[in-house]
């Protein structure tokens, strides 16, 4: 059950975009468990909201295009 935290989440992430709690400014390191957690339960609670209350092909094609927008906005920021 250890994948299903969303501390697990924060540490894939971290691996993700090359980073390190160790290398980290402690006020980085802060700030940025704060915001994901943060954003995390901002989607848990949008989750239960309101893609529960939708029809699965729209609630499946909100989440779609969510992924679609963080695509391009990670795309745009490694292009600069």
Request: glycine content about 4%.
């Amino acid at each position: 059950m250890e994948k299903y935290t969303i501390e697990h989440q924060y540490q894939l992430y971290l691996k993700r975009v090359g980073l390190s709690e160790e290398t980290m400014h402690e006020d980085q390191r802060i700030q940025l468990r704060q915001t994901f957690f943060g954003a995390f339960g901002q989607f848990i609670l949008f989750l239960e909201t309101d893609i529960a209350n939708m029809e699965e092909n729209n609630a499946v094609e909100v989440l779609e295009s969510f992924k679609t927008e963080v695509a391009n906005y990670y795309l745009s920021i490694t292009q600069n």
